[in-house]
């Protein structure tokens, strides 16, 4: 009750008009706030936001308490005008039956105008959103600082209305006076010299308060100018991170992609912008400052509510099917009749550093490259759909030295003229994609990835489309392959740092390295440009080909942390020379893309021990048999790392033997060996997967990963 107490204090010096703005008569009146006080400001009101249905049944609750308080202090109430008007205002209420939302949001805003009114915003506990997220604190305040402005417009309003009254005073004071220096009135009695006096004083008091409230009208409109530039500015920062939150999703970076509330904001600074221009004109003498800023900010606001939603693929292939979504956050402010048309049109990075020199040339076909601005008016927003868009042909621009195609960027522009009502002349607005490569074979996929990643990884804000650097710390690279290969898996398990240190022994080629490589700065030619020793491939391909094995057969495994993952042969041996025959983990393949292999500890003739790797299983491996059942059909592996028994671990994951067909046929089932199991296997056999003869494929052991003609395999199946 501590605010209110405050409140209430306050009131005594703002006008009924601005008082009313902020109690609604009709919605939640004033009494409302009195009589409930305490029990108001003990509620989670902060919680309430629109777009947040869920919390619909909590706040129901909240508005049948609210009427029932009412109806409870109006019986008890002695004063018979104050009972009535109670009944009254709790019957009123019921109109927020089918609304409970809008009931709580708008208690919610009132209580944040008296704390911006108070001047202590930041004395109320913050609902729990704007305490865990940065971003939503800076929100919070944007709002508190737009609901303040609303408040200075409505005392310029005010003071205008105030003015004009003094001003029809004064004219029919001056009206009075100039009768009195007329011929004698009517009645005989000419005005004595003390009237004349009182009156000319009368008109001189009216002349000083016209022109006091004259001057004070102009600074709280400058404030008000101020305060929107302010607001704006807030505005279009919270966009820009918008959209760099969205580039950051590339790389597997959370991202809240809700624009309500930014569209809220873009709707009410047009509203106040709307106000001020007309409180402006209605001054009567040109303000050319104050105008011209107003003209510059209405420019800017308009031009930067264009956001894609939905960018384009970042690797495309011309000939192929794509589609993108832009929305326009002052949607229902458009002026209606004549529709809006975007065009897209796609430009290289040279186009995209000059966009406002003009279009140049043409550096790409777009097909079905027009959308119309669509209002949608359940969800309020408003948004141009690019279907079955595809690029026919694409001009590349000339090379530099080992530069490839999958290494030129361009990007999407979209355009329109768009009219917003209220305003006098259309606006060009435009707004360009996220970048894309353009590719023509399938081949060069995985290599126009890379590009994107580093791009979406390690770009800075604002900067020159499109500039990257061509060097970074390892520990931003490391927490970029973390983020993008937990997103791509869809799993919450991160690599460990022995993934991590691997890694990074990988990309620098240094595998004996044991020091902290986190400030190590590793290029772009280190992760996609140069193979790896020994290696067909670059960094990048194998790393991508991990990832797609993982969120494609095993995730599972990965999530439940039984796969170890990257680790190198040295650390291998480390880890696994003091462990018992039979032990065994599960890595991916050093030496071929996609792989994923078994390294397991076996006996040695002479009674010693040594490390195995089973020949790494692949996409095409893990489609034909799982990896469960393959780690259930190799007996002699019978402890996963450290020291769990298989069976227990790895049971989730066995196939159940199938029925026996029908027809008289016998069944059959394939089973893993590897090399000469049948030799070295001593261990008990699990249970069959059916009583009758299966086939068998084996895997050869080897201490590094060898390649295996699987065309043989499958050969010597079908027969």
Request: proline residues 6%; charged residues 20%; aromatic residues 8%.
């Amino acid at each position: 009750m501590a605010q209110w107490t405050h409140m209430s204090q306050m009131l005594q010096g703002l006008t009924d008009d601005t008082i009313n703005n902020l109690y609604p008569p009709n919605a939640f009146p004033i009494e409302v706030r009195h009589f409930l006080a305490e029990w108001i400001e003990r509620q989670p009101w902060d919680d309430f936001v629109l777009e947040k249905e869920e919390s619909e049944s909590q706040a129901q609750a909240l508005l049948d308490q609210t009427i029932s308080m009412l109806q409870s202090i109006s019986q008890q109430n002695a004063n018979v005008v104050d009972r009535m008007k109670l009944m009254q205002i709790s019957r009123n209420m019921t109109m927020f039956q089918q609304q409970p939302l809008q009931f709580a949001v708008m208690v919610r805003d009132i209580l944040t105008k008296e704390r911006v009114l108070l001047g202590t915003p930041n004395q109320m506990p913050s609902p729990p959103q704007f305490q865990q997220h940065p971003n939503r604190e800076s929100s919070f305040r944007s709002m508190q600082d737009v609901d303040h402005l609303v408040l200075k417009v409505l005392d310029v309003q005010d003071i205008r209305q105030k003015i004009h009254q003094l001003q029809e005073e004064l004219n029919w004071e001056r009206q009075n006076y100039e009768d009195l220096q007329g011929p004698i009135q009517q009645n005989g009695l000419a005005p004595t010299q003390s009237d004349i006096l009182k009156l000319q004083n009368h008109l001189q008091q009216l002349e000083y308060n016209v022109k006091a409230m004259a001057r004070k009208r102009l600074q709280l409109l400058k404030e008000c100018v101020d305060c929107l530039d302010q607001c704006q500015t807030q505005l279009i920062s919270r966009l820009k991170a918008w959209r760099w939150d969205q580039h950051k999703a590339t790389i597997g970076q959370p991202f809240d992609d809700n624009l309500s509330l930014l569209q809220t904001r873009c709707e009410q600074l047009l509203g106040v912008n709307g106000k001020l221009r007309e409180e402006l004109m209605l001054i009567g003498e040109p303000i050319p400052e104050l105008q011209e800023r107003l003209k510059k900010l209405l420019q800017v606001l308009i031009q930067s509510s264009l956001v894609v939603v939905k960018h384009p693929p970042q690797v495309i292939k011309t000939q192929s099917k794509f589609s993108t979504t832009v929305r326009y956050l002052l949607g229902e402010k458009v002026a209606p009749g004549k529709p809006v048309v975007l065009k897209a049109q796609i430009i290289n990075e040279l186009q995209a550093r000059n966009l406002g020199s003009g279009p140049g040339d043409n550096v790409g076909e777009l097909i079905n490259n027009a959308a119309v601005l669509e209002h949608n008016t359940s969800s309020k927003s408003t948004y141009a759909t690019f279907r079955n868009m595809s690029i026919k042909k694409i001009k590349r621009a000339d090379r530099k030295g080992s530069e490839s195609v999958t290494e030129e960027k361009f990007a999407l522009l979209f355009s329109t003229e768009i009219t917003i009502t209220g305003c006098d002349t259309p606006y060009r607005i435009q707004m360009i994609s996220m970048p894309v490569v353009v590719i023509v074979h399938g081949s060069q996929d995985n290599n126009a990835l890379a590009t994107i990643i580093w791009d979406c990884a390690f770009s800075e804000p604002d900067r020159v489309p499109f500039m990257v650097p061509e060097r970074v710390p390892w520990k931003m690279m490391y927490n970029t392959l973390n983020s993008k290969f937990t997103a791509e898996v869809k799993t919450t398990h991160n690599l460990d740092q022995y993934n991590q240190h691997f890694l990074a022994q990988k990309i620098f080629d240094k595998p004996d390295f044991a020091e902290d490589f986190s400030n190590i700065l590793v290029s772009w030619t280190q992760f996609n440009k140069e193979v790896l020793p020994g290696r067909p491939f670059t960094f990048w391909q194998w790393f991508e080909g991990v990832m797609e094995l993982t969120k494609k057969h095993l995730n599972n495994y990965w999530s439940e942390g039984l796969i170890f993952g990257f680790i190198g042969k040295q650390h291998l041996h480390l880890i696994l020379k003091d462990r018992p025959n039979g032990t065994f983990l599960l890595r991916f393949s050093d030496s071929e893309i996609g792989g994923i292999t078994i390294a397991y500890v076996s006996a040695t003739e002479n009674g010693g021990q040594k490390i195995q790797n089973i020949q790494p299983f692949t996409k095409r491996d893990l489609e034909i048999r799982s990896l469960g059942d393959r780690i259930r059909d190799i007996n002699h592996i019978t402890y996963l790392y450290p020291e769990f028994p298989k069976h227990e671990v790895f049971k989730k994951f066995y196939t159940e033997p199938q029925p026996s067909p029908g027809g008289g046929y016998i069944p059959v089932s394939l089973l893993t060996k590897v090399g000469t199991e049948d030799n070295l296997d001593t261990s008990p056999a699990p249970p069959p997967l059916a009583e009758s003869p299966h086939s068998a494929v084996g895997f050869p052991v080897c201490a590094d990963d060898m390649e295996l003609d699987f065309d043989t395999i499958l050969e010597t199946l079908s027969h």
